[in-house]
């Protein structure tokens, strides 16, 4: 079994200030660990993921995430919010050999002028 | 990099009418199709994972005969919404993954289905 927890439904940060979104998963395997991008009447677009090797992943948009087993969380950050940046984020986990993802709760991110 | 088409991104159906639904990867064989249900403001919930020319697997809790899944091909999947009412209201989204690029799905636009 596998699950994820985002910590906070809403995030507020002001334009240029650092961005940091928590994820806490747990999983009986090693896992897969991502995190999409949501706008609004949209579907879900890959920020990054981690699958093995460096634990410290670079994404798109430039975003960056950690895997840390021992926190079991994978924490997505950004130095400096853009106001492209607000949008819902979605944290997921996928065991290695397994089919489903399984995503958090989600967190809205709102960037302020 | 891989794009999966879902059509339409909105529809409006009256209620006791049947709605479907398509998932189309443009640019890989999609062996493996997922359905989501996403109410208003929360996370994305599966309902069903289907494999090309298989059955699809219902998670607990989806009424397989309202929502039906075909995989007939490995570019398209459908999810037809049978006898809809207003509770079925909702964003549903595809995903669709490839035995060549299994670590990670991707993701369709959504459709926003309202039923009056």
């Known amino acids: 079994a596998q699950s994820v927890t985002q910590l906070g439904s809403h995030v507020s940060v002001s334009e240029g200030a650092l961005v940091l979104l928590r994820c806490n998963y747990s999983?009986?395997?090693?896992?897969?660990l991502f995190w999409y991008v949501q706008y609004p009447n949209q579907g879900l677009q890959l920020l990054l993921k981690y699958t093995t090797g460096a634990t410290l992943v670079k994404g798109i948009n430039g975003f960056e995430a950690e895997f840390k087993k021992s926190e079991t969380s994978f924490h997505l950050t950004k130095p400096s919010a853009h106001m492209s940046d607000a949008a819902e984020y979605f944290c997921?986990?996928?065991?290695?050999?397994?089919?489903?993802?399984?995503f958090g709760g989600g967190t809205r991110v709102l960037v302020k002028p | 990099g891989a794009v999966v088409s879902q059509h339409p991104s909105r529809v409006i159906c009256k209620s006791g009418t049947s709605v479907k639904i398509e998932c189309r990867s443009l640019?890989?064989?999609?062996?493996?199709m997922f359905w989501y249900r996403q109410f208003p403001k929360q996370s994305l919930m599966l309902m069903a994972t289907s494999n090309e020319g298989s059955k699809a697997t219902y998670e607990q809790g989806v009424e397989k005969d309202k929502f039906l899944i075909n995989h007939a091909s490995l570019t398209l999947s459908t999810l037809t919404v049978t006898s809809a009412h207003p509770e079925d209201s909702s964003f549903y989204i595809c995903s669709a993954r490839s035995r060549r690029m299994n670590t990670e799905a991707f993701f369709g636009q959504g459709t926003r289905l309202t039923v009056v």
């Open positions: 999983s009986s395997v090693p896992p897969y």
């Open positions: 997921a986990v996928k065991g290695a050999a397994g089919n489903k993802l399984t």
């Open positions: 640019d890989f064989q999609a062996t493996t």
